[in-house]
């Protein structure tokens, strides 16, 4: 009996031998087409959730138009004209005219922010026609891109693409996401939040800036990017012992705000006349946060129907309450500089004498998105699911129906 032996010229290599193998040629970097194509397999699926659900929306107000409503439509693009109510109007009017001196009702438009009619009226030059049509050209693109960048964000914070997409996915099915994709700014305001977080967290501070102006012209709010994005560059200093300068770009987003101001001069000699103009309409100043909430829990009484105090009191509180509570749990769980917009905003939200809007403007906390993603895939995360579901075709429903739903 003869013994088998292995010559170690034709033995199979060992882990040992594959590592050092890996260290003397490491692997080429991939080349630009390859890191496209990475990118469009990652945001392809979001896009399509995004048009998916873009195209049940409109599914879903053709059919409680026809139905619940009565109505006719007498060719397609009529059953988009059902969603040209309440702000929408007041946008586009500012997007075909510009800011009107004249007026009763046009001069009460100075109160609507410049960013969003100022992209309808870009892409109105661009497909020219109706400014209807350019407004959900407008809404469509900014969803698209807001619900991608959110995800980036996940991404950039260590997420893998499944936390990404579910982030994502939370998003696009909030209840009051519907707004993402109607001739209203929340779309368009996200996408410039989202943009400015992703410029700061891979280090595009001039990039920052110049979205978080942007943000700034199309909602009041966007100017609470400057003290979150500082919280993210003291967070980026502490980690690196190094000051970037770079990061005083943050500091640009006050010019988005200016920009506002100085039309209100122009218009009306007052740089701040925007607020006399939501007093003497929407009797909104700003007010103790406190006395707003008091004021809130104790109004049950001036409605004599209860679903107007399910809209106007205990929706507006839930939202503001989802918002906080999301808000807290990020400085726990996610970073500090999200949990600073998110706080500065529900402060906004609750610093006003007459509270109204907060589920749609909720959506521009994004901490929410970031947190539910977080959730493993199992029982709490379709039950997330299937409520937020059943609450976006509940509002979506009373919207198209032409009824307030925020």
């Known amino acids: 009996m003869s013994a088998t032996t292995s010559n170690p010229a034709t033995a199979a290599p060992t882990r040992v031998d594959e590592a050092l193998a890996e260290l003397a040629d490491p692997p080429a970097a991939p080349s630009r087409r390859q890191r496209v194509r990475q990118e469009l397999r990652f945001a392809g699926p979001i896009v399509g959730l995004v048009l998916g659900i873009k195209l049940l929306l409109f599914w879903l107000g053709g059919v409680v138009g026809e139905t619940l409503g ?30 009107r001196t004249v007026g009763e009702a046009e001069r009460t438009q100075i109160a609507f922010f410049p960013g969003y009619p100022m992209a309808v009226r870009a892409v109105h030059a661009v497909i020219p026609g109706d400014f209807l049509a350019a407004a959900f050209v407008t809404s469509a693109i900014a969803s698209i891109t807001a619900a991608v960048l959110l995800a980036q ?85 502490r980690r690196s012992g190094r000051f970037d300068r770079r990061s005083l770009w943050i500091l640009v987003t006050g010019a988005g705000l200016a920009f506002y101001l100085a ?11 925007f607020q006399q103009v939501q007093a003497e309409n929407w009797s909104k100043h700003f007010q103790n946060p406190i006395k707003t909430v008091t004021g809130m829990l104790g109004g049950y009484d001036t409605w004599t129907k209860p679903g107007e105090g399910l809209m106007v009191i205990s929706m ?33 939200f609750a610093s006003t004498s007459w509270v109204q809007s907060t589920p749609r403007y909720v959506l521009t906390v994004f901490p929410i998105f970031l947190l539910l993603a977080k959730l493993r895939p199992g029982w709490l995360s379709m039950l997330a699911s299937a409520w937020s579901m059943a609450a976006f075709a509940w509002l979506a429903t009373l919207f198209a129906l032409g009824h307030w739903a925020f």
């Open 263 to 273: 039309i209100n001069q122009h218009y009306f000699g007052d740089p701040f006349h």
């Open 316 to 348: 507006e509180l839930g939202f503001m309450t989802l918002g906080l509570v999301a808000s807290l749990l990020a400085w726990r769980y996610l970073r500090p500089s999200y949990a600073v917009w998110g706080l500065l905003n529900v402060l906004l």
């Open 70 to 99: 009565n109505r006719g439509f007498e060719s397609f693009f009529e059953r988009f004209h059902m969603w040209n109510v309440w702000d929408a109007q007041q946008y586009l009017g500012v997007a075909e005219f510009g800011y």
């Open 153 to 237: 964000l996940v991404r950039a914070d260590g997420g893998d693409d499944a936390q990404a997409t579910r982030a994502a996915w939370f998003l696009l099915i909030f209840p009051t996401a519907y707004f993402l994709h109607l001739p209203y700014t929340e779309s368009l305001f996200l996408t410039f939040v989202l943009g400015a977080f992703v410029a700061a967290r891979t280090g595009h501070w001039a990039t920052a800036g110049i979205v978080g102006a942007l943000a700034a012209m199309t909602r009041l709010n966007g100017i609470l990017l400057i003290p979150a994005l500082a919280v993210e560059a003291y967070l980026q200093y």
